[in-house]
C-alpha cells in the first residue's frame, strides 16, 4: 500500500508539470495582452512596453516559463521570481502590489471553509436520504425524496441564491444577507480563529452552505440509491442475511459500506471543486473566495493568477483522487494495491 | 491517562495560541463610536499607489488619502485649490510654457498605528513639499515604476522622451522642478490651458520617497502606508473590505464629518441592492432589473438619484473599410439611428441622447444636440441612394457587401445592437451583421494595425473622462497623429484644429475652436456616431447628504452622516 502510494505522488509531477504548461501556453495563445488597455483606452506602445518590460513579458515564451517554474537566478537572470518549485506563484499582473500567494493565502482558507462546510452537509442529507429511498424503494418516501433531489439539482445555485437571500435575509432577517464571517488572519492559515467561531461566523455560513451543499447532496443521494439498490441484490448480501445477520447490520455493514464506492469515486473531483471556491455562490454572497479568480483572472489575462489558481485547483484535485483510491480499498476488500 | 494529559495539553495550545493570534488581529479604536459612512466599493481597488492607479476604485482611494495639487469642485467640476493655493501661468527662456503652482505649508505626511488606533506625524517628514511633488511626477514618468497613466503627464517637458527610454534624456531633464519648498514649477512640452487640471491628478501627486523606497512592492500595505489626505488607510482585507480613518491632522479636519469608512467589496450588484435595503449600505447602484421597483417605491424613489456620467457611447466606422469609406453611407447611418428610442425602450436609464463625443459638464463640449446629425430618416435615406446612384448599384448589392458590426461580449451591448441593426433595416433597408467578441480578443481586433479584412466595419466603445477638458476628448480619442485612431481616419486639417484648441489661452476661443473640431468630425468626417452620454443610477439613504462628482474620486470628506436618523 505505502509503495502504492509513493508511486502515485511521484505520478503527481508530470501531472502538475503538464497542467502549469498548458495553462501557460494557452492562456498566451488567447488574443490580448494584460496591459493592452485600461479601461477602455488603449495604451501608447511605449507605456506597454514599460509595463511588459517589468514583468518579463518581453522574454521569449520558453524563457518566460522557465522563470516561472525555476525562478530567475537558475537561469542566471537579474529579477523576483523564485520559481514554482520554491513556491513562489508570481506576481498579480492586475493587483499590482499583490503576489499570486498573497491572493491564495487570503481568499482559499474562505473557500475551503465554506466548501468544506457544504460537503459535510451534502453528506449528511445525501446519505440517509439516499438509503431511505433505496430501502423504501417505490413507496411514498422514494418518490419525495427523488423528487426533492431532482429538483435541487436542477436549480441552479444563480436562482437558488438570491431566493434565499430575499426570503431568508430581507423578508425574515434571520440571516445576514452577504459576506463571511471569519478574516485573516486565519488559525493554521485554513482555520477561522477560535475568537471567530460564534454565532456571527455561523449565521453568515448558513445561506451559502445550504445553497452549496443541496445541490452535491441532491447528487449524492440519487447515487447512493442506485448503487445500494444494485448492492441489496449481490450474492454475499443474501449470504449475510441467511447466515442470520440482523437487518440493520446487513445493511450498514455490508450493504451500505460497497455501495459508497461510486459515491467517494464522485467525491474526489466534488472536493476539489468546492474547496477551491465556487464562483456563482461567492459572487453572490459577496464572498472573498478564491472562486472568482478562477473566471476573472481570464478576462484580465492575468496570467500568474491563472496558472497559480489552476494549479492549486489541480494539486487538491490529485491528492483528493488518491485519497479515494485509497478508501476503496477500505471500502472493499476485494480491491487490493500492489 | 497518558492519552487524556497530551489531548489537554494539545486542546490548551490551541487556545493559547488563538488568542495570541486574536491580539494581533484586533484593529485599534478610533473615537468609540465614530460617524460611520457604509461603502461599497464594488471591486477590489487594483492598488492604491498613485502613480499605478488607472480605475474608478483606485481612484477613489488615492483621492481620499493623498491631495492633489488641485481638485476638482464637487459640484461644478471647475477646477480649485487644493494641495496648491494658487498657480499662474509664465514662459521659459525658451519659450515654452510653465505653470508655476504655490502650495500650502500646513500638510503633513501621516501615517497611521492599528495597534494604538493612533494617526501621527512621520518623523523627519513632517511636511509635504514641492519636492514631493516632483518626486511624485519623476516616479510617475520614469519607466521603470510602469505606470499605464504615464502617458497623461507626456505634456510635461521631455516627459514621453523620458518614458519611451530614449538615449540621451534622463529624468533629471523632466520639466518639473522645485524653486523653493512649496513652490513648484512645471515646463511644458507645447502650451496647455488645461494644464491645472491635469496638475491635480492622482499621478502627479506629492509622494513619500522614503516610504516608497523602504518597501517598494508593499507600501500600499496599511502597515506601511504614508498619506496626506483627509483619510488614512485603516485595513485592507485584500478582496474583502477597505476601511478608511478620519485623518485629524488633515489641515481642514475641521470640516470632515464623516469619521470612518467601513468599505467592504462586494462585486454583485444585487447583493450589494440587498443589503442597502437592510440598511448595511449607505449608498449604493441600482441594478436595471430594479428600476421600476424603485421608481414605484414611495420610500425608494425618494432616496433615487440619477446622476449624469462623464463618459460616451459610441459607434465608431472604420473610416477605410468599404463601403464605409464614402462619406455618404456613413452619414446615412450615422442619421437613421434613433437615439431616443433606443433610450426609452432598450437601456431605460434616462441617458442623454448623444449626436457630438464629449458630453454635459467637459469644458469646450457642445450642447447636447446642437452639433453634429440629427435623428432624420429622409436625409439618411437619400444620403444612402446618392452613394448606390453613383456607385450604380442597388441595396441587395450593397447588403451583399455583408456588413459586419461588431461588440465586446455582454447582453446590454448586444440588446443595443440588436435595436440599432433593426433601425437600419427599417430606416434604410440595410442589413447588417451583428459580431461579439470576448473583451481582450476585442480590443485587440479593432485596433487601426488590424487586417482591413478582418476588422469590422463598425465597433461599439465607450470612453470615459480623465479630466474635464475636451482635450481629454476630441483630441485624444480622434486626433490621428495622436490617439488610437480606431476609425482610421487622416484628416490633416481636422488634426490640426484640435491641437490649435489645446494651445489657445483664452477660454472663449479655446471653446469656440473646440465646438468647430466636433462640429467637423461628427458633420463633415462622420467619423463615427455618437449614441448617448451616460447616467448612474443611484440610491443613497435618507441620513447620508453626498455629492456626486462628476469627476475624479467620491469626496467622502465633503459628505455628512446623521447617525442618529439612522437609528430611526
Redesign the interface.
Known sequence: MLRYIIRRILQFIPVLLAVTLFTFVLMRA????P??????????P??V???E???HLDWPMWKQFLSYLVGDDLLGEEGPSLGVIRGDLGPSL?????TVN??IE??LPVSAQLGFMSLLLALIIGIPTGTIAALKQNTWMDYTSTFAAVIFLSIPNLVLA?VL??IF??EL?WFP????GA???F?LGIFP???QLNANYFSHAILPVFALGTSSAAGIARLTRASLLQVVNEDYIRTARSKGLREQTVIVVHALKNSLIPVVTILGPAFAALVTGTFVVE????I?GLG?HFVTSI?N?DYPVITGVTLIYAVVLVIANLLVDVTYAWLDPRIRFD | MKKNTTLWLVISM??V???V??A??GSGALAEDPVTLNWNWGT?P??I?PS?A??TTSVDVVGNTFMGLTRFDPVTGEVIPYLATSWESGEDADGNQTWTFTMREDVSWVSYDAETGKVSKVEGHENVTAHDVVYGVKRTVN?????????VLYIVKNA?AI???EEGVSLDDLGVAALDDYTVQFTLERKAGYFPAIAGMWIANAMPQWAIEANP??W??PENFVSNGPYVLESW?????LNLAKNPLFFDADAVQVERVHG?????E???F??Y??G?LDSTSVPSAEIDRVKADPELSAEYTQIPVPCTYYYGFVNTKEPFDDVRVRIAFAQSIDRQGLIDNVVKGGQIPATSFAPPGIFGAPEPGTVGLAYDTEAAKASLQAYLDDKGITIDDFNAMDIVLMHNTSEGHANIAAAIQQMWADNLGAEVRVENQ????????I?KDTAIEEVPHIFR????ADYPDENNWIHEVFNSDEG?N?VRTDNADFNALTVAAGEAQDPAERAALYEQAEKMFAEEIVGYAPIYHYTAMNVTQSWVTRNFPPLGANDFYNWTVDEAARGN
Not at chain 1, 30 to 33: E, K
Not at chain 1, 35 to 44: Q, S, T, Y
Open positions: 488567447i488574443p490580448g495582452g496591459f493592452d488597455h485600461a479601461g477602455d483606452k488603449a495604451l501608447p511605449q507605456v512596453a514599460n509595463i518590460a517589468k514583468y492586475r493587483y499590482r502590489g499583490q498573497d491572493i487570503t481568499s438570491p437571500i430575499w435575509a430581507i432577517g444577507v452577504a459576506t463571511w478574516k485573516p488572519p488559525f480563529r477560535f475568537s459572487l453572490i454572497f459577496g472573498n472568482k478576462g489575462r | 490551541l487556545i495560541s488563538s488568542m493570534l486574536t494581533c488581529g477590489e487594483p492598488t499607489d499605478l488607472t480605475d519607466p521603470e515604476t510602469a505606470s499605464d497613466y504615464s502617458y514621453a518614458n519611451g527610454g512592492d508593499s500600499t500595505e482585507v485584500h478582496g474583502g473590505e467592504v467589496i462586494i462585486e454583485e444585487s447583493t450589494a440587498s443589503l435595503e437592510n448595511e470576448e473583451w481582450g480578443v476585442y480590443l485587440d481586433t485596433t466603445l465607450g470612453w470615459c488610437a480606431r
